[in-house]
């Protein structure tokens, strides 16, 4: 006020003492020390209303000045109070302000003089001024758009009067401005409009106002937006429509707010503090409501933790998202909104760049940290508390901040730099860390809620940990502004640990009873905080650790920098001093070294050993900064050599000074920090041995989404100090072994990472024990992280380790890795594998060079070597991926797999899981070859490999098919009882187009798909997953229908739908059969085609294996097509004579080619081909091809022409006799195999065998014929025979040209080396066969046209039989049962002494018997042998000791596969035998149907002799043993009337029912036969009265027809 003018103001007493304690002793004090502010002063003093005839100019200025007064410092004290508390002042001002606008107008109507009038105007401006701020600072503060809005434009108008009353001031001769010293506040008002007022300082100030004004109208508009995206939301829609004019509204409400609060060059705080304020006033009591079971929380997971977790429902007030903001609209909640959601939801509604909302929150962040320190600072009563809400609002923009960093995390954008300056999170983070430091103890006193501000306090480290970690993941941000931010953490961490370890230490060594709660908890809560630090300052310090440059040097850890001090003018190494001294207190804590055993403590101690041993860990990998080594050295008077440290002192000698005896710095440097990282592995392995108890233990850890805390930290320095160590030797980091002078260091290190990385992922580099825990399939947390661990597993199998690593550490690269873009090399290889051309004939026979179909272009791409140097992540990646794709390559089928369950396994049987699981790993190891492939495709290995895994799945699944015509016909292992009939005799040109004809008119189709790649992804064992290959190969022949090549899908959906018809149907077994027989052709063709393109490899000499290996494996695979003489495909067929002799001949091919290849020396590679067991295949091949053209006519005598059958058969033997001249010297020489044990590795010995079997099959076939023929084939079959011998004195015991003494002279050589192959070998069960069958085919070598069935060993002369020892029996049948009988000797669980062995490198005859369906069918023929035998004997109790082994045995796998499968989605095993056809359930019913016919044979007899006494006893016997057959079978009538209408051999109920009606009627009934006339009932009824019979004469048999019946009912 104008000192000219306080006389005349002030001259009534009682105003002069007011105006005097107001503005003298203080308007606040007087309101503090009063309990009611109206209890002393009025609101209003003096009339108020008044005019010029009631109240003098004198009086009335007296009034207006004294409430003008008042009104200014009730206005700066409710700008004051940030508490919000203006229920009394602001009250007051509401009636002051409008009453001084009446007394103010009246005041201005006096007539008065002009300096009364120079007075009036300067009350007047006063007045103005503080109506237009006041108004300004209420509409601020209201939440009411309208009211706000009114305030606003109030404001404005008070503004201007105030303008125009100040320029007539002036002009009436006053003073330029008008000074207002008592409105201002140092502390809350900033500006210099509150300390005096001028035209020009009010002009600025209305700037402001109009930019506020901004504001208003923003809000405006957003409300009425929000409000019509309201009226538009029906009560059924799930979300706003929003128009795309409203998106243009939205964009540019939030561009306005956007442009005035961004950072500007200015740094004024009054924008971002009316943001601010603004944000307090409208969630300032939301956000207190901290959710304190997180907050509180010291283990919660930061890296994981959301701001959400923590903020519930005001999290989503200022909204992070479009949902969010489309939620907030939706609700009730956007009536009165604060500027912050307007911003946010604009922008979010609009689709627009949010990047803005990032340097906005920076702003607010950085304006509540300086509230709350300028607050903290202040004397006022609640300033803890107000301080607190500053903290609250600084955490809660940091929260939005860090998870709009991590939401853009991927976004590059350097212009965001300036925003996010040093300046801003050095504020930011060292406030954060100021509050972890323990207040003074009166400001502790003074907080009301200690809980809520510890709880703040709790939350700021969460925050703080969140930002830092978004900052970390940020793009957008500089290298130099991240590393500054994570010291400055970093260095607030330490201080905080050491001030925790100083409370906690102080906790410990308290006289206070250890058991009491408050102790307990207080030493739990600090136990905790000890932990959170420790695990945020192991995370930062394993993330960014010492570094060795590319000249040696070393870049310590810049958090080791910053807590140091390097760079600066001084260096400090206290601090870091202080956080190992901190750490070697835990250490001896924890190592129970000091006095701290109760149980509490003692439960402490686990909770620390994790926290604690991993920031020990940690800080062992940022070596660098510590006292001079030397210095150090000499003062402890000792002097270690690098021996203590190195493998020798030489080796670090010649590593550091090659040539020169004093070292330099650097080379001194390079030493030491050698020294260190040896001392540093020590430690690491010392700290990781004592926790190794808690390294797979997980919890809320940081990072815990990569595996355990401590095994990942001890992986992450342990990783890096290994990469700094190949740096510091100047090696590549690629290397497989460490450097010369660190090996010892390098062993310890890498000891210790498989013990931690067998923590962290399952698996150990250094010892066999694998873990099969499931829930360890974490995955590495980085590019870096997959390379380190791929080095470390290089390193341990290197070159000197023979073992093979773990494949899941290459699965578990495999999952840090991007997904693969498949190359050009890549989709070249797999279109030709995978291609589904029907045509697998060319295929399979082509003989040129060049694999048809097969792009060569992919030959001549370039390949890069493993292990080039690595300049970028996209580098790195590629070197990973062909060094994984190399080691699972190499890596055995048997190791390839995962321990994770399989989907689709419920219920699955042992054996099927397990056939699952290795489907699963070839299809593994086939992806994995063929991924190696793509980068080095003439590597022939790969190919041979991948022809294997083909080869292996496709005989997995043929080893379970029951197959319903048996590969062995042993129809002629006895003589039959009729004469031969003549056969129809073609000529070889006939018999060839009639072949030929037959085989290309069949229907069959190989397989069906657009693509083979599903036969070897799919496990055809599960049925689960057979019917998801189902649905695939379904859903791509839809989508290729009608695309291309019509005509072949449409035939295929056409097979698909009549398979699928039969699953319709239930039959769960046909079903999967019919895709067992797809998936073998596929795989087969798939296996060829590898096979054709490594032959092209290997005779072009691209790669390294002789073309005679690759020649040999095509004819193995193509001779193991004739396996069982069944072709593969839909549907399975019996295999024709044309395609047999096809696959034969070309086997015979590549056999002939592998010979041939294996004599030329053009290739670098030797041939490893052993020609003798090729020669002998080829001779196998020879008599196969023979085997299809014996049907040729015969020649005549005349006629030298001979028939193709002897041509072949003569090649055959010639092969097998040059195979063994070849194998015994080979023998002889140590070189071949002579297995004793059995089996199939007879080395020799098969060859000799072979050669006399087939010499003699070529007999037998001759003397088989029908008599008009048989002269010609018995001349034909000694041409064939008598190309070798067996013993040449054979040929001199006749000398004439009778065929008969031919035939027997070559039969008796035949016999003798058979015979001798026996001898040699006792369990040679083929040689074993064949003599018997030799023996029981002896009177027909004598005599063809001899009666056979009376089988005395008389009817051949004694001159004869001498010369074959085994002919020394009473009949035939029993010198053949005397050495058939050897297989049956005893009870075995395979029943017959029947083995299959395989030798390290198998021969291709090995390779091709060593698998389960040909052990079976061996079985199988020998079983069928030995029971005919016994018939011939009429030995019928060893066929019943059989059978009853045979019912004891296990199930064979065959046979278990087609039980298993009839219970697929809820069906039931068929019991009865009538139904089965696997090897089992054959053998029974060979059994069987053997007794059933010597019953019948006795039955026969009977009739014919009559039933005497002795006959009854015998029917008798025969009755109950048709009895015990009947019911082995397990048949219900039913199922016999359906066996027999489908002309099943039912002998045993025949027999059964025979003997039933002969006892009944007294003679011998043979006139029931089971071929379809009889009727059920009749069955029924004659079944029921035979077993009823058998009841009354066997008591002691358990009668169990009426249980079949039942069985059946219910089924």
Known sequence: MHRRHVYVVFADSCLVLVCFILTVIGFDKISDAAESYSDLVSPWYGAEDFDEANLCFERALQVVSVNLLVAELRFKKCECNESGDLSNDGIKLDFIVPNLLHCVSILSRYDTSDDQIAITLELKCRYYWLASTYYTWLGHRCNDISISKDADNLSLEYLDICLESLSEYQQLGGEQSIKTPHLVSPDHRHGIHWASLSVDVLMSYKQYLLSTVVVSKVRQDFHTISCQLKEGLSTNAKALSIAEDQKMELSSLGAKLVNRYKPGKEKSNEKIEELFNDFILTHGDHIINIDESVSNNWEIAISTSKGKDVWGNVWSAIPSTKTESIEQVSSALLSSPSILQVLSCSLFLSEGDTQPLLSIYCQLISFALESQARIIQSSTADRIEKGNLMLLAAMYFADKLADKMSEASNEVNHELDDDFDEETFHNTIQIFQNPISVEPEEQIKESNDQGRKNSARHALFHSASRLVFAVQQYQGLSSEIKHNVESIYFVGLVKAFVQGKNEFASLITSVSDKRLKTWQIELNDKASKICFIANELAELMSKCTTCIDSEGNARVSHLIKGLVGLGNESIDVAPLAQFSDSLIWFWNFMNNRIDATSPSENAVKDRLLVSVCATMIALCGSPGVSVNFAQSISERKCSPTNSDYFDSDSSVNGVFLPDVSAESELQHS???????????TQCVSLVFEFSERAASRVGCYPSSRYGPFLSLVTVRTLSNIADEIFALFSEDIWGEEWPYGARECGSTLDSVLSKAYSSLYGFSLITQAQSNDPSKSYAPESIMAAAQLFRSVKRVYNKHNRRSPPTRAFETIEMALPPAEENAVSKAITGYMFDPDKDIDSVRFSTVDTPPGFPECVFNEAQNAIGESVDDSSSCIEILRRGICRELAKCPISHIGSDEPEEGNEGLSEERESTQRYELSLGRKFRAVLDDLSYDPRNIENWIVLSECLGFKADIICDRLVRDKDPYDT???????????????RSLVELREIQSSEYTHKKWHPFIGKDLSVYIQYPWSNLNSLR????????????????????????????????ETIFEKGEYTPWANAWAGMFVAALRTMRMKALRVARYLAKKKLGKMHPSEVSEDIGTALYGDLMASTVYGFPMQHMCNYEKRSIAEGAKYYFEEAIESSKSTDYACDSKTESWEVQFMIGKCCEKIASTLCEEIYQSDVSQTKRMYETMMTAAIENYAAALGDAQKAEKAGGGQDNKNGGSS???????????????????????????????????????????WFDDSNKLQTSDDDIRHNIWDLYVDCVQGLSSCRKGISYFHRAAYRLAQALHWAPAFHDPCFSLHTGSIESIPSSKRERISELDKNS?????????????????????????????????????????????????????????????????????????????????????????????????????????????TKVQRAAMTALAKMILQDLAEMKKDGIIEHARKLLKDDFKLSH??????????????????????????????????????????DSINLNGSIDNAMLSSLLEGASEKAKEMFPAKKNKLKTLKRQAEDA
């Not at 002629?972 to 005799?985: E, H, L, N, V």
């Not at 290959?1029 to 698909?1056: A, M, P, R, Y």
Request: with cysteine; net charge positive.
């Open 1028 to 1059: 998801d290959c189902s649905k695939q190969v379904e859903s791509s022949l839809f989508q290729g229908s009608g695309v291309n090549n019509t005509e072949t899908v449409d035939l295929d959906l056409q097979i698909w739908r009549e398979i």
């Open 670 to 680: 390079k030493r030491s920090l050698a020294r260190k990282y040896s001392q540093l």
């Open 1524 to 1565: 015990n057959l009947f019911l082995r079978l397990h048949s219900t009538p039913e199922e016999i009337q359906r066996a027999a209408h489908s002309n099943k051999p039912l002998d045993e109920v025949i027999a059964y029912c025979r003997c039933y009606l002969s006892i009944q009627s007294g003679r011998i009934n």
């Open 1372 to 1480: 035939f049948a029993e010198c053949a049962a005397s050495v058939i009988g050897t297989l049956f000797d005893k009870k075995r669980s395979h029943l017959v002494a029947v083995w299959v062995t395989t030798s390290a490198a198998p021969p291709p005859f090995e390779v091709l018997n060593d698998s389960v369906r040909k052990y079976d069918a061996l079985r199988l023929k020998y079983i069928r042998a030995f029971v005919d035998t016994m018939i011939r004997c009429k030995q019928r109790d060893k066929i019943e000791t059989f059978l009853s082994w045979a019912a004891s045995s296990s199930q064979d796998l065959a046979g278990f596969y087609e039980a298993s499968a009839m219970t697929f989605q809820g069906g039931h095993i068929g019991k009865s035998l009538l139904s089965g056809s696997g090897f089992l």
């Open 1242 to 1284: 007879h080395g020799s010995r098969e060859v000799l065998y072979r050669l006399h079997a087939t010499r003699f099959k070529a007999l037998l076939s001759a003397i088989r014929q029908a008599a008009d023929e048989r002269g010609l084939a018995e001349t034909e079959a000694c041409r064939i025979s008598s190309t070798s």
């Open 971 to 985: 129809s002629d292992f006895c003589p039959p009882m009729q004469t031969a009939k003549s056969m129809t005799a």
